[in-house]
Nanobody
Framework: VQLVESGGGLVQPGGSLRLSCTAS????????MIWYRQAPEKARELVASISGPGTSIHYADSVKGRFTISRDDDKNTVYLQMTSLKFEDAAVYYCSAWLDSGNEYWGQGTQVTVSS
């Protein structure tokens, strides 16, 4: 199982970024995909999740209305479109995959920096 995040970077407040997480080594369409983030000295936070069929989507209250999670099962990729970014959105963003087996796998993370 491999998960590779990309798309992080430096953005000004109010800006946008789209994160991608490309997966391999498992049946992607059956896996629930989750985006987490962790800022320095803060607990890991679940940002957004999307079920295997993509019919169930959830967001943390802190990102509702600003972030959108989506998936492309043909590309084995899950996305996190982030808009209206705030200073407090700065963190390392990780994607994870929950498989039918009950196991969860993680990517290496991608850094999002929000700075003026």
């Amino acid at each position: 199982v491999q998960l590779v995040e990309s798309g992080g970077g430096l953005v000004q407040p109010g800006g946008s970024l789209r994160l991608s997480c490309t997966a391999s080594g498992f049946t992607f369409r059956r896996a629930a995909m989750i985006w987490y983030r962790q800022a320095p000295e803060k607990a890991r936070e679940l940002v957004a999740s999307i079920s295997g069929p993509g019919t169930s989507i959830h967001y943390a209250d802190s990102v509702k209305g600003r972030f959108t999670i989506s998936r492309d099962d043909d590309k084995n990729t899950v996305y996190l479109q982030m808009t209206s970014l705030k200073f407090e959105d700065a963190a390392v963003y990780y994607c994870s995959a929950w498989l039918d087996s009950g196991n969860e796998y993680w990517g290496q993370g991608t850094q999002v920096t929000v700075s003026s």
